[in-house]
Structure formats: structure tokens, C-alpha cells
């Protein structure tokens, strides 16, 4: 079955920075696109970056610039890099993969940045 497991949040000054993983099993990892969500406490959950299975990326506006979004096919990993972070990128961090017309979630990580 489709797993996706999520490492690498926690807590970091105001512009830091911190790498995401995601390490994805159960299905073709490099035929898919991948995705990066965020859940901030009382919002709804938003589309952070995606990379498609060709290796095109695509950013929401606010991350343009300070996010970068990678994935290794062999490793079967997506990565979420995340460098001048805000208080307000405080969140917790969802993989993300469409298959068949489902959509399947990591466990999530959490992110707070704060000084």
C-alpha cells in the first residue's frame, strides 16, 4: 500500500532553515507528481510546491524564492528545502502523492519558527 513518511521539521529562528523529507513506498514513485502541503493551527490546508514526475516545479507565490522542492527517484525521496523562514511558515508539513484519483498523506511534521 501506498506510505509516505515525513522527517525533518521542529523548532527554528526566524530565518533559518530546514530540509523536508518525504520517503514515499507502495507505488511507481517516479511516475507520479509530488506534492508539499502545509496545515497552520485554525487554516485550511494549502499547496506549498510540487514537483511532476518530469522534474517540473511549481511554487505557491508566498514560498517563491525561499522554498525549493527536489526529489530523488532512486531513493524514492521528495525533499522540501526551506531556507529564510517565517513565523508564519509555522505549520505542519504534509506529503503528498494523486494516484488513481486518490489522494494519499504522510503523518505530517511539524515546523515552528520562533524565536
Known amino acids: 500500500q501506498v506510505q509516505l513518511v515525513e522527517s525533518g521539521g521542529g523548532l527554528v529562528q526566524p530565518g533559518g532553515s530546514l530540509r523536508l523529507s518525504c520517503v514515499a513506498s507502495?507505488?511507481?514513485?517516479?511516475?507520479?507528481?509530488m506534492s508539499w502541503y502545509r496545515q497552520a493551527p485554525g487554516k485550511e490546508r494549502e499547496l506549498v510546491a510540487a514537483v511532476s514526475s518530469d522534474g517540473t516545479r511549481t511554487y505557491a507565490d508566498s514560498m517563491k524564492g525561499r522554498f525549493t522542492i527536489s526529489r530523488d527517484n532512486v531513493k524514492g525521496t521528495v525533499y522540501l528545502q526551506m531556507n529564510s523562514l517565517k513565523p508564519e511558515d509555522t505549520a505542519v508539513y504534509y506529503c503528498n502523492v494523486r494516484r488513481l484519483r486518490e489522494d494519499y498523506w504522510g503523518q505530517g511534521t511539524q515546523v515552528t519558527v520562533s524565536s
Open positions: 507502495g507505488f511507481s514513485f517516479s511516475s507520479y507528481a
